[in-house]
């Protein structure tokens, strides 16, 4: 046999004792498992320990006061604490401005005092079943959020390839459960004895799309596997924007676009090849400590299909450092409005520029942290490569 479920909790606050006990009888008559507090203070306390199904409450609780101010504080700050918690207010004919404020700032409805007991009860069965199911609506939004933030964080390296001469370490740290930054690093064939133009290289690209939450995230995925598709031993960072900016400019939303950068670091040449579109300006730190933008032209991906791109190749040194980032890192503001910016990043890069790539990737995200009091309103991605 099946265990019937237990009777919906309501809390039941109003001042008056007669007016509790009438309330008590009614509601255990319908159902209703009714909790009886008489102050501000006894619903905070229980809110505090308790899970109830619905509140409903008076907003009156001084004497010779109509204002129900306390009532309306009180309001605001359950629907802070719960934003499920449905609330039901109980107020006299001539407080009826009061009860639509209490709607404003989050009660689900009211009932006029005296109340008609059948009305009473309707408006109560219907806020607590309209609360659970949003409740239920909500636990299961979360949970398919989460699904998707997983799905999404497996979509980027779980760790990143081994490569002679080059060391990588890479951090993403969405704004939200997950978003649309993203950053690949692709080692392509392992060098061949004797063959000396299969040399042993690495790609790396990192990518921002326009716009945050869930519609970003399935656009990054996209634009992942598409990456992942054009960026072989053969294609140049050139190529690769080219064809991934068609296949996107035929498939992307109106309104919606990807900054995007890709490089290619050739150990054995000494050689960085880039091609870059409206991304971020890679900084590349020498082992000297003299930090230089990478600065190319190139229109963001997703608008123009017939777009070209630049690009440019950099000699590349033992010692030499290369930081790759998104907006959620020079944009981070701190309390009085002020971007972190690039010279920041600049001169914090160059100072722990004789580091491991993880000890000044820790260096650039700490400092980041610390400037915008650890509040990120943007996705932040953050690349460093050391060449040794």
């Known amino acids: 046999m099946h265990q019937a479920p237990p009777p919906p909790r309501v809390l039941v606050a109003d001042d008056q004792t007669d007016i509790l006990q009438a309330l008590r009888l009614l509601l255990v008559d319908a159902g209703v498992?009714?909790?009886?507090?008489?102050?501000?203070?006894?619903v905070r306390d229980r809110l505090a320990g308790a899970t109830y199904d619905l509140l409903l409450m008076d907003l009156n609780y001084t004497r010779d006061t109509t204002s129900g101010r306390e009532g309306l504080d009180l309001i605001t700050e359950v629907r802070a604490r719960d934003r499920h918690l449905p609330i039901v207010v109980m107020t006299g004919w001539g407080s009826i401005d009061t009860a639509v404020e209490a709607m404003r700032r989050g009660a689900r409805s009211f009932v006029q005092k005296p109340w008609d007991d059948l009305t009473l009860v309707e408006v109560v069965k219907r806020e607590i079943a309209d609360g659970v199911s949003?409740?239920?609506?909500?636990?299961?939004?979360?949970?398919?959020?989460?699904?998707?933030?997983?799905?999404q964080r497996a979509l980027l390296p779980t760790t990143l390839p081994a490569l002679e001469g080059v060391r990588i370490a890479a951090m993403w740290n969405p704004a939200s459960g997950f978003g649309g930054d993203c950053y690949d690093v692709i080692r392509f064939n392992a060098a061949t004895?004797?063959?000396e133009d299969?040399?042993?290289?690495?790609?790396?690209?990192?990518?921002?799309?326009?716009?945050k939450g869930l519609p970003a995230a399935l656009l990054m995925s996209n634009?992942?596997?598409?990456?992942?598709?054009?960026?072989?031993?053969a294609s140049t960072p050139q190529q690769v924007a080219t064809s991934v900016n068609r296949l996107l400019c035929r498939n992307i939303a109106?309104?919606?676009?990807?900054?995007?950068?890709?490089?290619?670091?050739?150990?054995?040449?000494?050689?960085?090849?880039?091609?870059?579109?409206?991304?971020?300006?890679?900084?590349?730190?020498?082992?000297?400590?003299?930090?230089?933008?990478?600065?190319?032209?190139?229109?963001?991906?997703g608008v123009m299909p017939d777009a070209t791109y630049d690009q440019l190749e950099v000699a590349v040194a033992p010692g030499d450092r290369?930081?790759?980032?998104?907006?959620?890192?020079?944009?981070?503001?701190?309390?009085?409005?002020?971007?972190?910016?690039?010279?920041?990043?600049?001169?914090?890069?160059?100072?722990?520029?004789?580091?491991?790539?993880?000890?000044?990737?820790?260096?650039?995200?700490?400092?980041?942290?610390l400037f915008a009091a650890g509040r990120f309103e943007d996705d932040a991605t953050l690349i460093v490569a050391a060449i040794d």
């Open 322 to 369: 290369l930081i790759l980032y998104t907006d959620g890192i020079i944009e981070a503001e701190n309390a009085a409005g002020e971007d972190y910016g690039e010279h920041r990043l600049s001169r914090v890069a160059a100072a722990h520029s004789t580091g491991t790539p993880q000890h000044i990737l820790d260096a650039i995200f700490e400092d980041v942290s």
């Open 193 to 195: 004895p004797g063959a």
């Open 254 to 301: 109106v309104g919606r676009f990807v900054s995007f950068c890709y490089l290619v670091i050739d150990r054995s040449r000494g050689l960085l090849t880039f091609a870059n579109a409206g991304h971020n300006p890679p900084l590349l730190v020498r082992g000297g400590g003299e930090a230089a933008r990478l600065l190319s032209g190139g229109m963001v991906l």
């Open 134 to 151: 949003s409740r239920r609506a909500d636990a299961r939004l979360e949970r398919e959020q989460e699904e998707a933030r997983l799905i």
């Open 198 to 211: 299969n040399a042993e290289r690495v790609g790396i690209t990192v990518a921002d799309v326009a716009g």
């Open 33 to 42: 498992e009714p909790e009886l507090v008489t102050s501000i203070e006894g």
């Open 223 to 233: 634009l992942q596997a598409a990456v992942r598709a054009f960026a072989s031993e």
